[in-house]
């Protein structure tokens, strides 16, 4: 029997609208998106608890590269909206 996917895994997988790689990482993350991001899509990065560590404005690009060495270790969560059709879609990391 397979096992499905529950909780926060179910809708990151269901929701694939970016990678984020390396994961684990320590000092960068990349993001490619699977479509044209909007021109005017907004990044979250968030702590476990949900508190906004940074916001990212992008001007659009099928690749993204953060900084994330100034993070402490811990699992993190990435939330990209698109600023056209206010869509969110979300990813994880950790850092280690």
Same mark, same amino acid.
Do not use: W
């Given at each position: ?5 529950? @909780?926060? !895994?179910?809708?990151?997988?269901? &929701?694939?609208?970016? !990678? ?8 960068? #993350? &990349?993001? /490619?998106?699977?479509? #044209? ?10 702590? $476990?608890? @949900? &508190?906004? #560590?940074?916001? $990212?404005?992008?001007?659009?690009? !099928? ?5 994330? /060495?100034?993070?402490?270790? @811990? #699992? ?7 600023? !056209? /059709?206010?869509?969110?879609? /979300? @990813? ?5």
């Amino acid at each position: 029997m397979s096992e499905m996917p529950t @909780g926060l !895994q179910a809708a990151i997988s269901q &929701n694939s609208k970016f !990678q984020i790689s390396p994961n684990p990482a320590s000092e960068m #993350i &990349n993001l /490619s998106f699977n479509e #044209i991001p909007s021109p005017d899509q907004r990044i979250f990065i968030l702590d $476990i608890q @949900g &508190n906004l #560590i940074r916001e $990212i404005k992008t001007s659009g690009g !099928q690749q993204l590269q953060i900084e994330v /060495s100034d993070l402490n270790t @811990g #699992i993190y969560f990435v939330k990209v909206e698109d600023g !056209q /059709s206010f869509k969110a879609v /979300s @990813g994880k990391f950790v850092i280690h």
